[in-house]
């Protein structure tokens, strides 16, 4: 009979846990102790006074979609007055700001625009890659691959190789949510599914690109499912760290941001979803212990706000996430980023003291840039304004949205 105490000292000792004695011990088992466990295995793992985190920007390069994701409140529908697709001068502007901060990275990604072909996306990574080339360019997610693909009649692998040769550093997690076919056929009907999902991320990791793994829950899935989709991520983890040795560089969780401004958050069935605080908690530190193949954990301030993941630095995560600069799709869903659209670095740095830890700023693949032993001023993290390169910048003929 399997035993929640005895599951935890399994995975305290660095043994795999099945998915029945996941079930169980997630399910049955203490939740502080849970916490207090996963605490234990990242201090194992990763530096144990060190906190990372990223500068980097989220820019949406369209909000054009077809996919009418339940959850979402960022999109628009082609031909709606609030479309748009971004210029490279706005572009451009917008990752100049995050070298003044001392950034290296962009997030980009948007929604299933049916009007860009696959030479937009080429053209516009050689421009970002020509203009800066300092700048990591992790961009786009499964979804949108597959949403590329299907309109250029294409394969995946053949999109990817294309993107990855233009280049296209990472393929972030965006668009996994719960990796259970049951569950996106109900939350998002016409988007990419589990298989394809794992697909893109699998060719993404052969290439040799940086990739995250994600997870959201509250949208009213079992634990069953939960389980289901972890699973899925430590087999892919397992098939790709054995191939090549590239998996995913982290694991990264939040709750389902629900409101009056997306279709899920106006259902009547409205009570059924969403997860708390302290689930978020749990379940996080969970994954900490199950997932065992996985180093970096990463605590989501812009959806659970700042004193939930400094708790989370004591439930199995070891890095902060990101400055995050600019975010635009879960800030329209009421998540903490609609108080506090943007982390500065002193404000970053503030926050990971206050939990107790010495804070490292990383890059993509969560390599240390510059430690920080002592505190630092305002003035000495404040941006330092660079030259524009944007002088004599001709635009493309735009693309409506």
């Known amino acids: 009979m399997l035993n929640a105490n005895d599951l935890l000292k399994k995975a305290l000792n660095g043994e795999r846990l099945t998915p029945e004695e996941g079930l169980h011990l997630y399910t049955q088992g203490d939740p502080e102790a849970i916490m207090e466990a996963a605490h234990q295995v990242r201090l194992q793992k990763t530096e144990p006074g060190v906190v990372t985190y990223l500068v980097d920007r989220n820019i949406n390069y369209t909000n054009v979609c077809t996919t009418d994701c339940q959850f979402c409140s960022f999109y628009r529908i082609p031909g709606h007055p609030e479309a748009y697709v971004i210029t490279r001068r706005e572009l451009g502007e917008k990752i100049e700001e995050l070298l003044a901060w001392g950034g290296t990275r962009i997030l980009m990604q948007g929604g299933h625009n049916p009007d860009l072909p696959i030479e937009w996306y080429e053209d516009l990574l050689r421009w970002l890659k020509a203009t800066y080339p300092e700048i990591e360019l992790d961009c786009f997610s499964p979804s949108e691959i597959e949403n590329i693909a299907k309109l250029e009649g294409m394969t995946m ?190 404000r970053l740095h503030e926050q990971i003291r206050l939990a107790g830890f010495e804070p490292a700023q990383r890059d993509s693949r969560y390599r240390i840039i510059r430690r920080f032993d002592r505190v630092m001023s305002k003035e000495e993290l404040a941006p330092r304004p660079i030259p524009t390169r944007l002088a004599g910048l001709r635009e493309p003929i735009p693309i409506a949205g």
């Open 157 to 346: 692998e053949e999109v990817l190789e294309r993107l990855h040769a233009a280049g296209l550093d990472g393929l972030p997690g965006g668009g996994a949510e719960i990796l259970d076919d049951d569950v996106r056929k109900r939350i998002s009907p016409k988007k990419t599914k589990t298989a394809e999902w794992l697909h893109a991320m699998r060719i993404a990791q052969r290439l040799g690109m940086v990739t995250s793994a994600t997870m959201v829950i509250g949208f009213g899935e079992t634990m069953q499912q939960r389980i289901n989709s972890l699973t899925r991520l430590r087999e892919l983890q397992d098939e790709s760290l054995a191939a090549h040795g590239n998996g995913f560089t982290a694991f990264i969780m939040w709750t389902a941001q629900l409101s009056e401004t997306n279709s899920m958050g106006r259902s009547r069935h409205r009570h059924k979803y969403g997860a708390d605080y302290d689930e978020y908690l749990h379940t996080n530190a969970f994954a900490r212990l199950y997932l065992d193949n996985f180093t970096n954990f990463q605590a989501s301030w812009p959806t659970q706000g700042l004193e939930v993941a400094r708790r989370a630095l004591y439930a199995g995560a070891n890095d902060f996430g990101s400055t995050m600069l600019e975010e635009n799709v879960v800030s329209q869903a009421a998540a903490y980023t609609q108080r506090e659209p943007r982390m500065s670095v002193y």
